[in-house]
């Protein structure tokens, strides 16, 4: 078997993002090696390339991703051709945050394709706390986008009730996300909007509402449409400050509430019981990767994915099929796998 030492992977170096080969990482203990099969996009990964975001240099950019473990993880309960995916935010595990359980807020966190390599290659190398085994009647596009799942679980950790008239503000993929999150905990009325909604919404009428595009103008009409004493969800992490309004919200008592993510395993949970399939473009050669970075700006589209093997996985056209299917493509595909070699030192 030829040894692998070298892959593909896209490269932010100074202010460029190129596909460059580069070593294959080399798992330090209580790392894991992951293959990659598929990797999700998202406005983090642009903000990152276009160097709105500030992040180590250079690095791998990407976060969201599945694949299986090709080698290390022994001691943690993983080996070799386990199916995985990982959540990118990795806590510190030491500050008072972490040992208080909010490891989610810990302000030493690295974070994949950011502040250290990430996942648009073909490997890569992450701490085994954070790998979580995929369910098996996930496939690996599901498994790639249960951090944004993740994400949109934490708005259940605000302060708001079913029951409650509740809007979610914007009509990206994003907003149409969050929907299914709070319809699925019971907030069977909540409601999207259009940005640009030719139909105003009413004045002083939600007793909450979610951002998803955090731009001055979406906190004017969030503060104009919330009731008096009305709650501000906010789940986006723009790259840079936004203006808002506070005189406006002062003057409405509006509560602000910031969340970050919830449970990562429930996400996981929560793409068992939903087909999020509709949401999905099919995954796109790593090598298309500034296309899909030049489409996926505003997030409203499908969501993207690239993977750096085209063509040998048989998940890229399963995404029609029913899971029981998908798992026996899945087998298949695991017994033909090659583990991969590395150099010493
Ligand atoms: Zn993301
Ligand atoms: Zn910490």
Redesign the pocket.
């Known amino acids: 078997m030829r040894e692998v030492t070298e892959m593909r992977a896209v490269v932010k170096q100074g202010r460029t993002v190129q596909m460059c080969r580069v070593p294959v990482p080399a798992p330090e203990p209580g790392e894991v090696l992951i293959r990659i099969e598929v990797a ?1 996009v ?4 642009v903000f990152v390339a276009q160097g709105r975001l500030s992040c180590a240099d250079p690095v791998i950019l990407g ?2 991703f599945a694949g299986v473990v090709a080698a290390g993880g022994d001691n943690d309960g993983f080996a070799t051709g386990d199916r995985v995916v990982v959540m ?1 935010a990795i806590p510190c595990g030491a500050c008072r945050r972490c040992v208080t359980g909010m490891p989610e807020c810990c302000p030493h966190y690295q974070f994949l394709g950011v502040t250290r390599h990430g996942a648009f290659a073909e490997y890569i190398a992450v701490p085994a706390a954070v790998v979580h085994h995929l369910p098996q009647a996930l496939s690996f596009t599901e498994g790639a986008y249960a ?2 799942v993740c ?1 949109s679980l934490a708005v259940l950790k605000a302060g708001i009730q079913p029951g409650e008239r509740g809007l979610i503000y914007g009509d990206s993929r994003i907003a149409e996300l969050t929907k299914r999150v709070l319809v699925a905990a019971g907030f069977s009325t909540a409601e999207t909007c259009r940005m640009d909604a030719s139909a105003p919404l009413e004045t002083d009428a939600y007793d909450f509402v979610i951002e998803t595009e955090p731009v001055a103008a979406a906190f004017d009409e969030i503060i104009r449409v919330l009731r008096p004493g009305g709650r501000i969800v906010l789940k986006s992490r723009p790259p840079a400050p936004v203006a808002v309004d506070l005189a406006a919200a002062v003057r409405k008592e509006v509560v602000f509430e910031a969340v970050s993510y919830g449970s990562f395993t429930e996400s996981l949970e929560f793409l068992r019981r939903h087909d999020l399939d509709d949401l999905f473009d099919d995954a796109r050669p790593l090598e298309d990767f500034a296309e899909v970075f030049a489409t996926d700006d505003v997030g409203e589209n499908l969501k993207s994915f690239l993977t750096p093997f085209p063509g040998d996985a048989n998940w890229v056209t399963s995404r029609h099929i029913d899971k029981d299917e998908a798992l026996l493509d899945t087998a298949d595909e695991l017994s033909s796998l090659s583990t991969p070699k590395f150099a010493e030192g």
């Open positions: 999700g998202c406005r983090t990964d976060h969201e990118p951090e944004p994400a």
